[in-house]
C-alpha cells in the first residue's frame, strides 16, 4: 500500500531523495541534473518583492546554473501564486549582481492534485495534463529566439492525456493511483525514480513519526477546507441576493449548483 502523495509529508519524503529527484526533473524537464543540496520550505532573505513566500522543495544544480523549484498543491490558486513564485525566483538573482545577468536558468514544476477550477478569459474550461510556459522571445513568424530558457511546468494527472510522454506518463501515474488506488497501484516499476519513490512511500517504511505526522497533517486540512467550505457558503447566500446567475455565482464560490439550489430553498 502506498502512501498518499496528495499528503505533504508523504510527498516531500519521496521528492526530496536524490534518486528521486534527479529522474523526476530528467523526466519531466529532460535535463540531466547535478542535485546539489535539496531544501523544503526554502524561504530568501532580504524578502523578494516584499513578500515572504515559501518554496516545498527547492534545490540548485552543483554547478549553481541550473535551480528547480517543486511546488504541490491540491488547490489551483487560478496560477497566480505560481505566476509569482517563477517570476521571483528569476528576479531574486539580481540581487547580487552588478549587471542585469540572469546566470541561472530557473524551472518551476507544479504538482496539481485536485482537478482544475478555473477556466481560460473566454469562459472555456482548462482540462490539461500539462502545461508549459517558456519566457523566450519569438519573431511575429512565431520563430523562438533562445534566449532564456526559464521553463514552468504545471501537472494534473487528474487530465489524463494520451499524447502525454511516458517518461512524464510514469510520474503522473504515480501521484494519481498513490491518491485514488494505494493498494492496487498500476506503476512503471522499470523506471529506477519511480521504483525508489514506491519504496520510500510503501506504508510499511513509513516511520511511526511519519505516520503520525502526515496523519495530523491531513487532519489540518480537512480542517481548513471544512472552515473554508462554510465561508463560501456564506458568500453564495449574499450573492442570492444579487442578479447574479446560479452558474456565476458557482463560479464565483466553488459552490455547486445543486448547493446552491438547496440554499434557495431556505
Not at 519524503?13 to 519531466?28: E, L, M, N, Q
Not at 546554473?65 to 489551483?76: A, F, G, P
Not at 498513490?178 to 519513490?197: C, D, F
Not at 463560501?232 to 466553488?254: F, M, P, R, V, Y
Request: net charge negative.
Amino acid at each position: 500500500m502506498l502512501g498518499n502523495l496528495d499528503n505533504e509529508i508523504i510527498f516531500k519524503k519521496a521528492f526530496t531523495d536524490r534518486t528521486v529527484f534527479k529522474a523526476f526533473v530528467r523526466d519531466i524537464l529532460g535535463i540531466d541534473f547535478e542535485v546539489g543540496t535539496i531544501e523544503t520550505e526554502k524561504k530568501f532573505t532580504p524578502k523578494i518583492g516584499y513578500i515572504d513566500f515559501e518554496l516545498d522543495i527547492y534545490a540548485e544544480s552543483i554547478d549553481k546554473r541550473v535551480c528547480v523549484e517543486i511546488q504541490r498543491v491540491e488547490y489551483d490558486h487560478h496560477f497566480n501564486r505560481f505566476l509569482h513564485y517563477f517570476l521571483m525566483l528569476i528576479a531574486e538573482q539580481q540581487k547580487n549582481a552588478k549587471e542585469y545577468n540572469i546566470d541561472q536558468t530557473v524551472y518551476m514544476i507544479v504538482v496539481l492534485t485536485a482537478p482544475y477550477t478555473i477556466t481560460e478569459h473566454n469562459g472555456k474550461p482548462i482540462l490539461d495534463e500539462v502545461l508549459l510556459l517558456h519566457l523566450n522571445p519569438q519573431t511575429l513568424q512565431g520563430e523562438v529566439r533562445d534566449l532564456y530558457g526559464h521553463q514552468f511546468v504545471c501537472l494534473n494527472p487528474n487530465h489524463s492525456d494520451q499524447a502525454t510522454p511516458q517518461q512524464m506518463r510514469d510520474w503522473l501515474d504515480l501521484i494519481y493511483q498513490s491518491i485514488h488506488n494505494p493498494q492496487r497501484p498500476v506503476l512503471n516499476i522499470h523506471n529506477e525514480g519511480i521504483q525508489k519513490a514506491i519504496q520510500l512511500i510503501s506504508f510499511e517504511n513509513l516511520t511511526p513519526e511519519e505516520r503520525t505526522q502526515a496523519k495530523n497533517k491531513e487532519a489540518a486540512r480537512v480542517t481548513i477546507a471544512k472552515i473554508e467550505h462554510r465561508k463560501s457558503i456564506e458568500i453564495a447566500k449574499n450573492l442570492l441576493q444579487t442578479n447574479l446567475s446560479d452558474a456565476e455565482i458557482a463560479n464565483h464560490t466553488g459552490v455547486t449548483i445543486e448547493q446552491i439550489n438547496q440554499l434557495r430553498l431556505k
